[in-house]
């Protein structure tokens, strides 16, 4: 267990694993109402050769739960304090769900000097139907509401009495195939955000438009769909075909390919993670070292 103290004073708790002198160092960063731990069963096949670094974002996990700060913004400027925090020059950034949105704010506000790669894993560009698409448009980035939906979901999962929507809500994103005990190790992690707190982040997240983000990005990256997950692969696909040479892995239903492939099948997440990184130059703090 480590901790940090980001500029506004929110403790964030993260861990930092795998060999001290590997070349590589992987980010992961977890979605909304999730935590670090979420990537606990893929992390033993990574950190065999690479630094792999997780942390809970502020609101979540063991993290501080502070009543400011309920902002993608923030969010990317925490993670920019903790790449500081530990001398990490450049590095592989993975963003699952709500992660990959903190990661495109990240490079909306600093560009891409400390990435090596990107791997987005099962997030829409867009969210929301906005005022500036058309239908069309927004059904091809993955926009799933409109502005009703979003403001009635939102409502939905902030009220003192949510429990149930919130449980339904991660079942939603789940293959059928997991146990009861599962699930409830899952909803427990998801009820240490504050719904208040929570739906708040859950408002700025949804109404977020990265695709102009998108064409920008100037690292390897590859993207990460799922068969059966909520989020369609079609906008998966949109996302990997307006990022310059991204690559594009769709998982199957046998392969886990929920909303979170590296919980129902870390093996096979592992092996397509670890081959994407074995394919990718010398990171950049080590190319300036040289």
Known sequence: MAQFSTGDGCILDYRDEGPADAER????????????????????????????????QRGHGESGKPENGARIARLAQDLAELLDHLDIRSADVLGHSMGASVLWCYIDLHGTERLDSLIVVDQPSACVVLPWMTAD?????????????????????????AGATRRAFLESML?????????????GENLKLSGAWGSR????????????????IDVPTL?????????????????????????????????????????????????VLLEFL???????????VG
Do not use: C, N
């Open 25 to 56: 160092t992987l980010v992961l960063l977890h979605g909304w109402s999730q935590a670090r731990v979420m990537f606990d069963r893929v992390t033993p096949a990574l950190t065999t050769a690479h630094r792999v670094v997780s942390y809970d």
């Open 201 to 216: 982040l859950l408002l700025d997240h949804v109404m977020q438009d990265w695709r102009d983000v998108l064409p920008r």
């Open 175 to 187: 293959s059928k195939d997991l146990s009861a005990a599962e699930i409830d190790y899952l909803y």
């Open 223 to 271: 993207v990460v769909a799922g068969e059966v997950s909520h989020v369609s692969p079609a906008s998966q696909a949109w996302t990997a075909d307006h990022i310059p040479g991204a690559r594009l892995r769709v998982f199957s239903a046998a392969e886990g390919g929920s909303h979170f492939p590296f919980f129902e099948d870390p093996a096979t997440f592992a092996a």
């Open 137 to 161: 448009e927004g059904a091809a980035a993955g926009a799933i509401l409109d502005f009703p939906g979003a403001e009635g979901f939102v409502r939905a999962v902030g009220a003192p009495d």
């Open 278 to 288: 074995a394919t990718l130059p010398a990171p950049r703090a080590v190319v300036a």
